[in-house]
């Protein structure tokens, strides 16, 4: 239980750093649902860096799967309730202008009033869910 | 040799996050769901992601700032509005619904997906259908 947060805190800071690092080489937010979203947009037009840190970033994946799969777990829910979650997280996220660390970790670090009121109101959301459909089905 | 540069380094960085976001546990999608619901056994462990990831970018961020320019951009690009308005919380309140629902976002989602694993799949499919969806749908 104790290793769990240390782990967490770890990863955590980890993805900080990344974040910053982004920022200091790019001046990018580090904003997941922004770098691959734009990516389905035909007016998007630095598609270099996008495409290689999605790359990067399931490359993390693929190393998992093979040293450590455990890492990731499989899914609480059954496949049809997979799809209509991906569906309103991509949805959602578009229309929202961002996610968990877009407006999660780089927005409430820079204390964007924005992103404030968007974490407030998905973890609210997501809590109510979670609670509401349960832990496993 | 600016754009390998800058593609090395996103790569470098990508796999950095997605480093970051497996050690945290934010792959699990029942670990998600168990911080999530407070009424089944809360796991409160996944707070110290966003702490230490915000923690750490909230420090890092302001010694960024101070340089003119980042490396390889004549300028920053951070998002400049200030505004609240329906879309944002709208969307937001519709991404914490599949959150809450799936036990992932974005992120972890691309990582459990290029893992193998059946369900990060077909998450990440239906994420993107939902993302072409939104900028259809605003588009026009």
Not at chain 2, 13 to 26: E, K
């Amino acid at each position: 239980m104790q290793s769990t947060w240390i782990l967490a805190l770890a990863g955590g800071a980890l993805i900080g750093v990344a974040s910053a690092f982004l920022l200091l080489t790019h001046g990018r937010i580090a904003g997941i649902s922004g770098i691959v979203g734009s990516l389905l947009q035909s007016n998007t037009r630095d598609r270099g860096w996008r495409i290689a840190f999605v790359v990067g970033m399931a490359s993390a994946g693929v190393v998992a799967s093979i040293v450590a799969p455990s890492a990731v777990g499989t899914s609480v829910r059954t496949l049809p309730l997979v799809i209509v979650a991906g569906l309103l997280v991509g949805y959602g996220t578009r229309l929202g202008s961002g996610c968990t660390s877009g407006h999660g970790v780089c927005g409430m670090s820079r204390l964007a009033v924005r992103s404030l009121i968007a974490v407030i109101t998905f973890m609210a959301t997501g809590a109510l869910t979670a609670t509401l459909v349960g832990g496993a089905a | 040799m600016t754009r390998t540069t800058s593609a090395l380094l996103a790569g470098v960085v990508g796999a950095l996050f997605g480093a970051g976001l497996l050690i945290s546990g934010m792959t699990q999608p029942a670990k998600v769901v168990g911080f999530l619901d407070p009424t089944h056994g809360w796991d409160p462990s996944l707070a110290f992601v966003m702490a230490g990831a915000a923690g750490v970018y909230a420090i890092l961020f302001r010694a960024i700032r101070k340089r003119g320019r980042p490396w390889l951009d004549v300028k920053f690009h951070l998002p400049a509005r200030r505004d609240l308005d329906m879309p944002l919380i709208l969307g937001a309140g519709i991404f914490g619904v599949g959150w809450g629902l799936g036990g992932l976002c974005p992120g972890p989602a691309i990582v459990a997906a290029a893992s193998g694993t059946i369900s990060g799949i077909a998450f990440v499919v239906a994420m993107l259908a939902g993302m072409y969806a939104q900028h259809r749908t605003t588009r026009a």
